[in-house]
């Protein structure tokens, strides 16, 4: 079975600074995708960015990019310039094979001003 | 391009009443997912349908739930007789085809509270 682990319930980071958070992840697929997705307290979930396994180059989307090290099965997102309307739960989730996505126990990120 | 569209918003029902959860993909779409939340927990797959298909229900529990997606209407999550463990957020999915690789659109979720 597949299994994700994001090993920081909590982080915080000071506006206009950097913070990583970190995913590692168990899979026996070979071709995968791998995605964060975030949930303000709202409760929406909203895809913050999306990794193509077979793709060495890492993601990037703006103030987020990610450090995907697939022999490791890590995929940590950081987020650069945090603003106060990162602040939320952050998941990370990789592929199933039937497109079902696996989703981690989420990082709770708070952003001070 | 309307989003996914979930109703009722906020659901509640007594212990051994019938909770009905629709969802409407988005247009285009024809691949649905379902996921529940659990307080404090991240969302944990219960079923992927396709249009009249059910293609893969692993992540639902074997007993008084059940979905459907017709070739007309919404995708319905059906509980039967709910418990209080059944208490979570209910999130609907849409993609616009199968498959790992392409993003899943949510919907708001309903939040299925049981007294």
């Known amino acids: 079975a597949q299994t994700v682990t994001q090993s920081q319930p909590e982080m915080s980071v000071q506006e206009a600074e950097t913070v990583t958070l970190s995913c590692t992840y168990d899979?026996?697929?070979?071709?995968?995708?791998l995605f964060w997705y975030k949930q303000p307290p709202s409760r929406q979930m909203i895809l913050v960015i999306r990794q193509e396994a077979y793709k060495q180059q890492n993601a990037t989307e703006n103030r987020f990019s990610v450090n995907f090290q697939k022999a490791a099965k890590s995929f940590s997102l950081k987020i650069s310039d945090s603003q106060l309307g990162d602040a939320a739960m952050y998941f990370c989730?990789?592929?199933?094979?039937?497109?079902?996505?696996?989703f981690g126990k989420g990082t709770k990120l708070s952003v001070k001003p | 391009n309307a989003g996914v569209m979930q109703n009722p918003r906020h659901l509640v029902r007594r212990r051994g009443q019938e909770a009905r959860l629709r969802c409407s993909p988005m247009?285009?779409?024809?691949?649905v997912y379902w996921y529940r939340q659990l307080p404090e927990e991240g969302l944990k797959f219960m079923v992927y349908l396709q249009k009249e298909n059910i293609i893969d229900e692993s992540g639902m529990p074997k007993e008084r739930f059940s979905a459907e997606f017709p070739k007309e209407g919404p995708s319905i999550l059906r509980i039967q007789q709910v418990v209080r463990g059944d208490s979570a957020a209910y999130f609907c999915?849409?993609?616009?085809?199968?498959?790992?690789?392409?993003?899943?659109?949510f919907g708001p979720g309903t939040r299925l509270t049981v007294t």
């Open positions: 247009k285009g779409h024809s691949h």
């Open positions: 999915a849409s993609s616009p085809t199968s498959g790992g690789n392409y993003e899943q659109y």
């Open positions: 989730a990789p592929g199933g094979s039937q497109g079902n996505l696996i």
């Open positions: 899979t026996s697929e070979s071709d995968y995708y």
